[in-house]
T-cell receptor, first 117, second 110 residues
């Protein structure tokens, strides 16, 4: 299957700082990427849908000014957690689908674990 | 997209078949059934999907009832590495978002 890579896999930061997480589709062009957040022992929660060259669409309850998403190319989307606080500590996962429809499945990155001290 | 209902947890003996059920009674005609699994602290992994016919690949088989209101994912010979949370999702194949439910935590026992 297609490969989606995230970086960094783990990041620890101080409260009040901003953290950027990258999501790359390595062997396909992704017109749409998705960002999820997962707290311990919980399911994945969709945060936003990122379309190349346009503004991201955020799910209800997700602060767009806190979670900045940029999808500047067909292979790269970034999530920036601004002014991070301990409650933002979570596992962030991106996914992408291939352009042109195909069989419709999403391919997921390995996830990025953020710890805010 | 239709909602799904799965049992929260299941156990399976190593080497036996694991049968994971999913109810999706409000599924519409153009919605597919997708199965993903998530091993601890990793991103979800695609397993299989289908519309109305049963499907099989190298990982699993998917059995969809004739009325499409439920399905079963079958891992024919479960191994310890199959211990994971399994998610059943229904959506159109041209639809955008995947919304995850609570899934089934499968534990394969030696």
């Amino acid at each position: 299957g297609a490969v989606v890579s995230q970086h960094p896999s783990r990041v620890i930061c101080k409260s009040g700082t901003s953290v950027k997480i990258e999501c790359r589709s390595l062997d396909f062009q992704a017109t749409t990427m998705f960002w999820y957040r997962q707290f311990p022992k919980q399911s994945l929660m969709l945060m936003a849908t990122s379309n190349e060259g346009s503004k991201a669409t955020y799910e209800q309850g997700v602060e767009k000014d806190k979670f900045l998403i940029n999808h500047a190319s067909l292979t790269l989307s970034t999530l920036t957690v601004t002014s991070a606080h301990p409650e933002d500590s979570s596992f962030y996962i991106c996914s992408a689908r291939t352009s042109g429809g195909g069989t419709g499945e999403l391919f997921f990155g390995e996830g990025s674990r953020l710890t805010v001290l | 997209d239709a909602k799904t209902t799965q049992p929260p947890s299941m156990d399976c003996a190593e080497g036996r078949a694991a049968n994971l059920p999913c109810n999706h009674s409000t599924i519409s005609g153009n919605e597919y059934v997708y199965w993903y699994r998530q091993i601890h602290s990793q991103g979800p992994q695609y397993i299989i999907h289908g519309l109305k016919n049963n499907e099989t690949n190298e990982m699993a088989s998917l059995i969809i009832t004739e009325d499409r209101k439920s399905s079963t994912l079958i891992l024919p010979h479960a191994t310890l590495r199959d211990t994971a949370v399994y998610y059943c999702i229904v959506r159109t194949n041209t639809g955008n978002q995947f919304y995850f439910g609570t899934g089934t935590s499968l534990t394969v026992i030696p």
